[in-house]
C-alpha cells in the first residue's frame, strides 16, 4: 500500500482544514486507518483512527469533538476533517495503514505510511 497525504496549509486558530490521503492497493478496504501528527521537537502522537468495515473511530483526547476522520472506500481515500483548529496542531500529518484492520492508536501497529502533509495554525 502506497499512501498519499495533502490537504495541509497556514489557518488561523479556530480555522478548518480537511486533510485527504490517497491509497494504491486493491486490499485497501481491508486496512485499519489511522493519522498521526508530529510537532518539531516532539514525538509523533496519534490523533485518530478508523476501522476498515463498520467506520468504528478512535480519537486521541485533545482531538475529540473538533476532528473527524472518515474514509471512503471505493475511492481508496481517507479523510481528516480538522474544526475549531488550535495552535497545538501544528504539525506534519502522516496518514498510515494498518493490515489487522482495525482503528488503532498504537503506531507499532501501522505498516505503512504516507510521507506527510504540513498544518500550521497561527494564534
Known amino acids: 500500500v502506497q499512501l498519499q497525504a495533502y490537504g495541509g496549509g497556514l489557518v488561523q486558530a479556530g480555522g478548518s482544514l480537511r486533510l485527504s490521503c490517497a491509497a494504491s492497493g486493491r486490499t485497501f478496504s481491508t486496512y485499519g486507518m489511522g493519522w498521526f501528527r508530529q510537532a518539531p521537537g516532539k514525538e509523533r502522537e496519534f490523533a485518530a483512527a478508523i476501522t476498515w468495515d463498520d467506520g468504528r473511530t478512535t480519537y486521541t483526547d485533545s482531538v475529540k469533538g473538533r476532528f473527524t476522520i472518515s474514509r471512503d472506500n471505493a475511492k481508496n481515500m481517507v479523510y481528516l476533517q480538522m474544526n475549531r483548529l488550535k495552535p497545538e496542531d501544528t504539525g506534519v500529518y502522516l496518514c498510515?495503514?494498518?493490515?489487522?484492520?482495525?482503528?488503532?492508536?498504537?503506531?507499532?501497529?501501522?505498516?505503512?505510511w504516507g510521507q506527510g502533509t504540513q498544518v500550521t495554525v497561527s494564534s
Open positions: 498510515a495503514a494498518s493490515y489487522r484492520g482495525y482503528a488503532s492508536s498504537n503506531a507499532n501497529t501501522y505498516a505503512y
